[in-house]
């Protein structure tokens, strides 16, 4: 024991002592593991923290900031705009003398648009765990919108819009498409147009009736003004001037002015004998009592579409808001001036057919289907397109049948028997139409695409075509293409567009779009249903009610843009009534035209034959006899009075063949014996037949 204490070889100590010893090895080797592993993680994580920063910066670069910068520019460049309000016409030829100033407006105003969004995140949003880029993107998302202004500024260069119609079309498409993306991020947008309280039953109608009594008011002045300053022509708004007189005269559709003496030769339109009795309401001024007319018969188009929004989709604000769009819309405004037709007339009526289709009510259905044939022949291709959408979408097989039957028989005894020899319409197919005489224009146009394929693409694509199909479709944001059984409502019109070679038959100035707009706006409601409700927004899980929402700030922005550019309601060379420049301010010298034919008027009895120059046919049409200088071969009649106005014998590119027609008449008057001159003045020649 001694010997081991002096030696201190205890064999339980050197067991105790070594167990110690290695458990302090294994605790510090524990220890400083620990620590070297948290500090491998902590580098780790500061690392990734790092890279995680750098690469939300590089998104930041790439992603959200350079497109803040750019919507920073906007506010800038759209206040240099209004400030320098003469400079708008130099966008379109970007004749500037120095792109400084705006450089510095666009520089000035991103910078503060940044700092404004910097500061907002960190006093509202930073502490609501909303990061930096998604904060950015959202912005962004709104400030979208000041996109739309540069639109419309630059819209307001007249320059552009006549010269580049296809451009312009799509940038007033791309307005409505810019509006709809950035309003479907506003909070509550779906809301706004789902309330159905009381006052918001009242509030849309107020809002119709007002915008459409102004509607009526405007364009009627407009409508007013053009006719009294000459701009409404002899062919057509003589013509049925004299028509509607006749008729109410006892001489249904009679018409001196076109070589048959009726004007079934021209088209077959009973409606003018239903319509003859407005002339009575106010005697001296018939043809100012027609423009009216046809203007408040236009605008009637929204009493049938709202009813027919409402019961499909049951919101007044979302029905009032189409309605808007129909008044906005330009295809409306030119028609409703462009003298007087009675296939304008058909418009609203068709609205009408598809509203008591929807509503299963057949009497009113086949009511308002008569009142459809009776505007013209050609309303019986359309009846069987009605008939046919009846069919395909599930209403009434009797009565979709029956209206087939109808538009077949009534088709067919107008054509037979009235059109036989009388009317032709390969005068809209020139273009297309072969040499042989003995073939139709149908087996023309079915030769040349089994023969030539490419040539008729190319006929059919035109330019001009596609622009016009773009300026219908543009304001209501090509949603009807959604509603598919409404296609075949489409057809006639897209058909005419495509085969038919006139200019008038692809200008939203002239009445031919009549044959399918209405039927456009008659989809809208179903088409807006079927979008938002579609395949497209269930695969990227949009909010249907917030996306209806957008689609219709999107459908108000680009029908305000295309008004703008195409419309009636601002000052635009862009806008026709039919190929005629709207006469908004006439000059001195158009002023002093208009009193002397007022004078000319007091002067020649009611009874009295006259014969007039194009522009001053309408002005003289309710008489029994009526003739005019334009008639090709056209037999002299020695009326008892001649009128001539100056400007209609000059020479014009599209029509050089009536020149010899003109001067042909105009030597007659002036230098035969049976007529003597009895006033010269602005202008105007006034010839009376020597008793």
């Known amino acids: 024991m001694g010997d081991n204490l002096r030696t201190n070889k205890f064999s339980d100590c050197d067991t105790a002592d070594g167990a110690a010893n290695g458990d302090e090895k294994k605790y510090r080797n524990g220890i400083g593991g620990k620590i070297r592993n948290d500090l491998l993680m902590r580098g780790i994580r500061e690392a990734s923290n790092y890279f995680s920063k750098l690469s939300d910066v590089a998104f930041a670069l790439f992603a959200w900031l350079p497109w803040t910068l750019l919507l920073g520019t906007l506010p800038g460049l759209i206040s240099w705009q209004l400030i320098n309000p003469e400079q708008r016409e130099n966008f ?11 450089l510095e407006y666009g520089a000035v105003s991103s910078v503060l648009f940044f700092i404004c969004c910097f500061v907002a995140y960190h006093l509202f949003v930073r502490g609501r765990n909303v990061s930096v880029a998604a904060f950015y993107r959202k912005v962004n998302r709104f400030a979208s919108l000041l996109l739309i202004f540069p639109i419309y500024f630059f819209l307001e260069s007249y320059q552009i819009t006549s010269d580049a119609p296809l451009f312009s079309t799509t940038l007033c498409a791309g307005a409505g498409l810019i509006g709809t993306i950035a309003a479907y991020g506003i909070p509550g947008i779906g809301a706004v147009f789902d309330r159905n309280t009381k006052t918001g039953y009242i509030l849309p109608l107020l809002l119709i009736a007002g915008c459409t009594i102004a509607w009526i008011a405007f364009i009627a002045s407009m409508g007013l003004r053009h006719h009294a300053n000459l701009g409404t022509a002899g062919w057509d708004f003589g013509l049925y001037i004299n028509s509607i007189w006749n008729s109410l005269h006892g001489n249904p559709l009679g018409c001196s002015l076109v070589s048959q003496g009726t004007h079934a030769s021209r088209h077959f ?11 009575l309401a106010a005697p001296g001024a018939e043809p100012e009592t027609l423009i009216i007319l046809q203007v408040t018969w236009v605008a009637s188009g929204v009493v049938p ?14 029905s009032a808001v189409l309605v808007i769009v129909y008044l906005l819309h330009p295809a409306f405004h030119g028609p409703s001036i462009y003298d007087f037709h009675s296939l304008v007339l058909a418009g609203p009526i068709m609205l009408w057919c598809i509203y008591f289709l929807d509503r299963e009510a ?25 008939g046919l959408f009846a069919l395909i979408s599930g209403k009434s097989r009797l009565l979709a049948l029956g209206t087939m039957m109808i538009a077949f028989i009534y088709g067919g005894i107008v054509y037979v028997a009235v059109f036989s020899e009388t009317v032709s319409y390969s005068q809209y197919f020139s ?6 005489k ?5 087996s023309d146009i079915a030769l040349i695409a089994l023969t030539n394929p490419v040539y008729m693409l190319q006929y059919m694509l035109a330019e001009k075509k596609i622009v016009y199909i773009l300026q219908l479709m543009a304001p209501l944001l090509f949603l009807p293409l959604f509603a598919r059984k409404y296609w075949i409502l489409f057809l006639f019109g897209l058909v005419m567009t495509l085969v038919g070679s006139k200019d008038c038959l692809f200008s939203i ?11 456009m706006f008659a989809a809208l409601p179903v088409a807006i249903e079927t979008f938002t409700t579609g395949p497209y927004a269930v ?12 689609l219709l700030i999107g459908l108000l922005l680009s029908a305000f843009a295309m008004s703008r550019a195409y419309g009636i309601f601002w000052p635009n060379p862009s806008f026709r009534a039919g190929n005629a420049s709207l006469i908004r301010e006439p000059d001195n010298r158009r002023q002093q035209t208009a009193k002397t034919l007022k004078k000319i008027k007091k002067m020649i009895p009611q009874q009295a034959s006259v014969m007039a120059s194009e522009h001053i046919i309408s002005h003289f049409s309710t008489r029994l006899w009526i003739w005019s200088t334009e008639k090709k071969g056209y037999r002299f009649r020695d009326p008892d009075y001649g009128i001539i106005w100056n400007q209609d014998m000059r020479y014009r590119q599209n029509r050089p063949h009536k020149i010899k027609t003109r001067k042909k008449l105009v030597k007659l008057l002036h230098d035969s014996d049976k007529y003597k001159r009895i006033l010269k003045e602005n202008g105007i020649s006034l010839y009376e037949r020597k008793p």
């Open 362 to 386: 057949p009497r009113r259905f086949f009511l308002s289907l008569g009142v459809l044939l009776l505007c013209r022949e050609d309303m019986s291709v359309i009846a069987l397109a009605i």
């Open 438 to 442: 003995e073939q139709t224009v149908a």
């Open 92 to 102: 379109w030829t970007n004749r500037f003398d120095s792109h400084l100033p705006n």
């Open 269 to 279: 339109d009973p409606i003018l004998v239903l319509i003859s009795p407005i002339l």
């Open 431 to 436: 273009d297309i139409q072969m040499q042989a």
């Open 539 to 550: 695969h990227h899980k949009l909010n249907a009610s917030k996306l209806r929402g957008a």
């Open 509 to 519: 100035s002239r009445q031919y779009s009549t044959w399918w707009l209405p039927f």
């Open 305 to 318: 579409l709202y009813l027919l929004s409402m019961h499909l989709i049951r919101n007044q604000w979302m």
